[in-house]
Every structure is written in structure tokens, then in C-alpha cells.
């Protein structure tokens, strides 16, 4: 069975194409990215947590969705787990009896913003990974966070993160699995579709959601939505795939771009969030082509978002809403020419400047545009300003400031019928340099 157009939970996903994960942990406390999984549950002690600082400063910037990490490869739990003592019920915070998945959950549903969850496979604490034991360990504990005790989740955040060194019950030693089969990912995404079948599932080969196969926050401008999930295994893919896409693939599986705002996942009091530059190049690489813009904000050792991440992100959104303030395009006389392909032409008054075009088509009907070029109309002959690739449920094309009088669109390879259902132009002042 072929599905080349998005489902209903992937419009869904679509329509809120920004939001933030949040890696909060054990790591937090003992300024590592990995946790071996031997770190005492003692050091995890948030002076001053507050999740909804989290979820009002997400829905304040536009993000519509935050994802936190349960747990991560340490096997740190964030909620008194009935199955493991590595978990908060050990820690001072809250003398044992607090629970940040649900601080969490209630915090998103009071600021009006989705909840999603990751549960890292990996586990670097359980005595039994590697073993049979550890999947059923692993299952009891889907059990926990998806079975309803924390309510409806929107995102459901997998990878294939796996084997190596780690404290495993005291054995510290370093563990192989078999990548392709131990963690059986088919019965994982069968319970989690049980369990939330609202939510969307993240992972290497979706099934909704694929990753893009970096954490730098870029993506190619070809990038097709389609592809053949049975070419990718969850934990051994190929980046290059995941990264294009198939433009005869077999399933409609859209790409995630998950990049933090820091140069690690986890605070650390010595990094810096990234430049707004570098912030807004991310923005275009991602949202701007259509991908979801998975944006990790990890809380510091309080238990909040840093006072400079919270101004950068601030940044972000008040320079991106500047760039699409007005719309030069609206009221303006558009006609299409006919030919081979769609060449859509949007008149303009003398001498507009104008430096980044919006374009969309209906998704619901699949992804056909391959390419195009965009000219603009200045001295009375029409001059190459920019090139695209696909187009899909969105692309946004910065190019240099301009005078036009008219621009043109023209799809230059299309494998389907072509329905554009938005051309914007902008003159907008915050674009990648």
C-alpha cells in the first residue's frame, strides 16, 4: 500500500511547523551531553523549575509544541517510574515526590500548547540492556508515559540511539545490540499508535515524521516529503536519503530539523546561544522549506530557560515576523501563462524592491513541483534572480534585493499536475546573508 499524501495527523504537524524540545535532565547537573548512567539521583535538584516559564515563553515566540526528554540514554527518569530507581523519587527536588513529565504536561495544557515526549531506547543504567528483559522494561515504561496518566500527547519523539559503554547495573562495560531488530521499532510504533493515536511519531523512517538526517539545521532545496521507508532502519540510515527524500517514494513521510539553540543539547554554563544570524539562516532552512523546526531550549540548573535564550528566541520571532509584515503580492494582478508547466506572473508597481518569494501548493493532492526559476521584470527584459527545487507544503526563497516591475515564477519540472495555492513576495529586511 502506497500513502504519497499526508494523513490526517501529518496536516496536522504541518500547520505548526515551529516548535521546541526541551533536554532537561541528569546531564543538566553533571555538565555532559551523555550520561554514563551511573550519575546518583542526588544531584538532580532544580532550585527554582517552573515548566510553565517553559510553555509561556514557547507560545509567546510561536512555537505551538514542545518535546521533552523523559528520558535520555543515562536511563534518568524525569517521573517517579515504578520500574526503575533511577529516577527523580531519589532526588531532593521536591523531597522525592515530584514529577516533572507532569509538571510538564500541565504546564503546556495551561499555556494552550501541544505536548510531545521522547523515551530514549538507549540505557546506559539498566543492568538487563541488550537483553530481552530490557524491552519488556522498556514497553512498562511506555506503558507509563503514553497510557493515558499524562493525558493526550501530539508528538512522539523515537530514535535509534544504541550500544556502548555504559554503567548497565554496576557491569560498566560496553554492550553491542543488533541495530536492526533488538529494539523490534515495529511493535514500539504498533503500541504507541494504541496508546496515542493522535500522535504523531518521529523516528529515521517516520512513520510520520523522518529526521533530516543532521543536528546542524540544514536541509537541501530538493527535499521530497515521499520516500520508501524500507530502505532506512531506525538507528543505521542513510543520512543522504533522509536528507533528499524520494520523488517516487511510496510513503508520505516529511522531513523534522532538530538543532539546539545552543552548541549542546544539554545547559552548560560556558555555551552561548547561537548568533540570531545563524538562527534565522536555520529558520529559512527549515520552516522556510517546508520541514518542521524542532528548536531544543534546555532549562539550566534552576530550572528554567536562560534569560539569553529567552531574549534570542525573542530575536527570532520579531525578526521573522518583520520579513513578512506585507505582502507585495496581495491585490496585485497575477495571471498564469500557458506552456508545458505552470508559469505564474505577478505584475507590480514601477520600481518595487523585493528579495524573497513565498510559494505553497496543495499537499493534499502530493508533492509535484521538481524545480523552478524565478526572473524579475526590470528595464524592460526580464533578469534570473533566483532557482528552486521542490516546493511541496512550503518553500521560501530569499534572493538580493531587487527593482521589479513584474516577477514570474516557472516550473521547470514538474511530475504531476501543478496547483500553487500561495505566491507571497516580501521585501523583507532579516534574510540569510
Not at 538507528?235 to 516529511?254: F, K, N, S, V
Not at 523552478?372 to 533578469?383: L, P, R, S, T
Request: proline fraction near 6%; glycine fraction near 10%; hydrophobic fraction near 35%.
Amino acid at each position: 500500500m502506497t500513502t504519497r499524501v499526508p494523513s490526517e495527523r501529518q496536516m496536522h504537524w504541518h500547520a505548526y511547523p515551529f516548535y521546541g524540545f526541551v533536554h532537561f535532565g541528569i546531564n543538566t547537573f553533571t555538565d555532559r551531553e551523555w550520561g554514563f548512567g551511573d550519575e546518583d539521583p542526588s544531584l538532580f535538584n532544580p532550585t527554582h523549575l517552573d515548566c510553565r516559564q517553559w510553555a509561556r515563553t514557547a507560545r509567546a515566540v510561536g512555537m505551538k509544541r514542545l518535546i521533552l526528554t523523559a528520558k535520555h540514554h543515562d536511563g534518568f527518569c524525569l517521573w517517579p517510574s515504578r520500574w526503575t530507581e533511577h529516577s527523580v523519587k531519589h532526588s531532593p527536588w521536591k523531597d522525592g515526590n515530584g514529577d516533572v513529565v507532569r509538571e510538564f504536561v500541565d504546564a503546556c495544557a495551561a499555556e494552550g500548547i501541544e505536548a510531545g515526549l521522547y523515551l530514549s531506547p538507549w540505557d546506559r543504567n539498566h543492568a538487563a540492556y541488550g537483553q530481552s528483559a530490557y524491552i519488556e522494561y522498556y514497553h512498562r515504561q511506555m506503558d507509563e508515559l503514553f497510557g493515558g496518566d499524562y493525558g493526550k500527547l501530539h508528538e512522539i519523539w523515537l530514535d535509534g540511539a544504541n550500544g556502548g559503554d555504559g554503567w548497565y547495573g554496576g557491569a560498566n562495560e560496553r554492550r553491542e545490540i543488533d541495530r536492526r531488530h533488538y529494539y523490534d521499532f515495529p511493535r514500539i510504533i504498533e503500541k504507541i499508535r494504541t496508546l496515542q493515536p493522535d500522535a504523531v511519531i518521529f523516528s529515521d523512517a517516520g512513520p510520520d515524521i523522518r529526521w533530516i538526517g543532521n543536528e546542524s539545521g540544514t536541509s537541501e532545496p530538493v527535499c521530497w516529503g515521499t520516500m520508501d521507508p524500507s530502505k532506512i532502519v531506525i538507528g543505521d540510515c542513510d543520512t543522504e536519503y533522509l536528507a533528499t527524500g524520494e520523488e517516487q517514494g511510496t510513503h508520505w513521510i516529511p522531513p523534522e530539523v532538530d538543532v539546539s539553540i545552543r552548541p549542546g543539547w544539554f545547559w552548560h554554563p560556558y555555551e552561548a546561544p547561537h548568533s540570531l544570524q545563524r538562527l534565522i539562516s536555520i529558520w529559512f532552512t527549515s520552516v522556510g522549506r517546508g520541514h518542521g523546526l524542532n528548536l531544543n531550549i534546555p532549562p539550566d540548573r534552576r530550572g528554567l530557560f536562560a534569560e539569553e535564550d529567552v531574549l534570542q528566541l525573542q530575536a527570532l520571532r520579531d525578526a521573522i515576523a518583520a520579513n513578512f509584515r506585507v505582502d507585495l503580492a496581495q491585490g496585485a494582478k497575477i495571471h498564469d501563462l500557458d506552456g508545458e508547466h505552470l508559469t505564474r506572473v505577478v505584475h507590480l508597481p514601477p520600481r518595487t524592491r523585493v528579495n524573497c518569494l513565498h510559494l505553497e501548493e496543495d499537499i493534499a493532492d502530493g508533492q509535484h513541483v521538481a524545480s523552478f526559476e524565478v526572473d524579475v521584470y526590470v528595464d524592460g527584459a526580464w533578469k534570473s534572480v533566483a532557482k528552486g527545487g521542490t516546493v511541496g507544503v512550503r518553500t521560501i526563497v530569499p534572493f538580493d534585493t531587487t527593482f521589479a516591475e513584474a516577477l514570474r515564477v516557472r516550473v521547470t519540472r514538474a511530475i504531476g499536475p501543478v496547483a500553487l495555492s500561495r505566491l507571497s513576495l516580501y521585501h523583507a529586511p532579516n534574510v540569510p546573508l
